[in-house]
Nanobody
Framework: EVQLVESGGGSVRAGGSLRLSCATSGFTFDDYAIGWFRQAPGKEREGVSCIDSSDGRTYYADSVKGRFSISSDNAKNTVYLEMNNLKPEDTAIYYC?????????????????WGLGTQVTVSS
């Protein structure tokens, strides 16, 4: 059974930081890419960042580049998203998802398995 569980969301004021975690199980971690996505009310789900668990390559949306950092702990089958200098427009439910690494990227439609999300709220 493939499982992904997000944690670490919360409320922070603009300029603050949060660290999200995505704990995974039920698949071969090194064969997959893990992505972070977010969805704000009334908006489409968008890609935030992605990491190839095998070679460590990372991808970032332009909107978060330089502020967010994705990393993985392969021994724990866990991916992290460190979010710095948060802005109100970062407010959303954040999801992690897994896809075979050959199609790693920031397109939500590519991803096979999803967590249930964790809320991030940034106040001004």
């Amino acid at each position: 059974e493939v499982q992904l569980v997000e944690s670490g969301g919360g409320s922070v004021r603009a300029g603050g930081s949060l660290r999200l975690s995505c704990a995974t199980s039920g698949f071969t971690f090194d064969d997959y890419a893990i992505g972070w996505f977010r969805q704000a009310p009334g908006k489409e789900r968008e890609g935030v960042s992605c990491i190839d668990s095998s070679d460590g390559r990372t991808y970032y949306a332009d909107s978060v580049k330089g502020r967010f950092s994705i990393s993985s702990d392969n021994a724990k089958n866990t991916v992290y998203l460190e979010m710095n200098n948060l802005k109100p427009e970062d407010t959303a439910i954040y999801y992690c998802a897994a896809v075979p690494r050959i199609v790693a990227g920031l397109l939500p439609a590519l991803y096979h398995h999803w967590g249930l999300g964790t809320q991030v709220t940034v106040s001004s």
